[in-house]
């Protein structure tokens, strides 16, 4: 098993930047690709970037491509979300995934281990 443990969330203001962490334990050694969602309230959880075991290969959403940037440290068992320019529209509690698979993937299904979430709110 795998836990993730994600922190760094907060309020900021529109414009502003916050970066998210994410720390894995357990059997880390399983884990490829790993990713960030999002789910705002009333809405379903959505896919904001990806990025591979070994970081050559990353994707991202459109609604946040040139803003967020994902990073990951296999040594430190941890990724990351650089967030920047964040508008009003990125609130939303921020979820890590982490998937047994070593391609790159960006559906909901193909992760299979997921932290608790932490909020993140952008005021106008």
């Known amino acids: 098993q795998v836990q993730l443990v994600e922190s760094g969330g907060g309020l900021v203001q529109a414009g502003g930047s916050l970066r998210l962490s994410c720390v894995a334990s357990?059997?880390?050694?399983?884990?490829?690709?790993m990713g960030w969602f999002r789910q705002a309230p009333g809405k379903e959880r959505e896919f904001v970037a990806a990025?591979?075991?070994?970081?050559?290969?990353?994707y991202y959403s459109d609604s946040v491509k040139g803003r967020f940037t994902i990073s990951r440290d296999n040594a430190k068992n941890t990724e990351y979300l650089q967030m920047n320019s964040l508008k009003p529209e990125d609130t939303a509690v921020y979820y890590c995934?982490?998937?047994?698979?070593?391609?790159?993937?960006?559906?909901?299904?193909?992760?299979?281990?997921w932290g608790q979430g932490t909020q993140v709110t952008v005021s106008s």
């Open positions: 990025i591979t075991r070994s970081g050559a290969s990353t």
């Open positions: 357990g059997r880390t050694f399983s884990i490829g690709t």
């Open positions: 995934g982490a998937s047994r698979t070593i391609g790159l993937v960006t559906t909901t299904p193909s992760f299979d281990y």
